[in-house]
């Protein structure tokens, strides 16, 4: 489970939110509630995680759905809506 830089564990209440892809490709992100950024890229995520706090960022795996909610289309698109 994450810990957060306190050292506090995040429960699986702490959710990744990946909003679909806009007219550009974009995706914004939310993490706990709160928008963390627009990521262009899969790897963007794990950098706004890292600056959000969360220890290890870089290996959370990005296909936990009980960590991870992908809204309308998965980790695979990032092609702009039309």
Request: glycine share 10%; aromatic share 8%; with cysteine.
């Amino acid at each position: 489970m994450p810990e957060g830089r306190d050292g506090k564990r995040l429960g699986w209440s702490a959710k990744l939110i990946v909003c679909p892809p806009d007219d550009q490709g974009w995706r914004r992100v939310r993490y706990d509630g709160i928008a963390i950024g627009v990521a262009r890229h899969p790897a963007d995520i794990r950098v706004f995680l890292a600056a959000a706090g969360l220890e290890n960022a870089q290996d959370v795996d990005r296909t936990d759905p009980d960590f991870v909610e992908w809204r309308s289309a998965g980790p695979e698109s990032w092609e702009p809506s039309r």
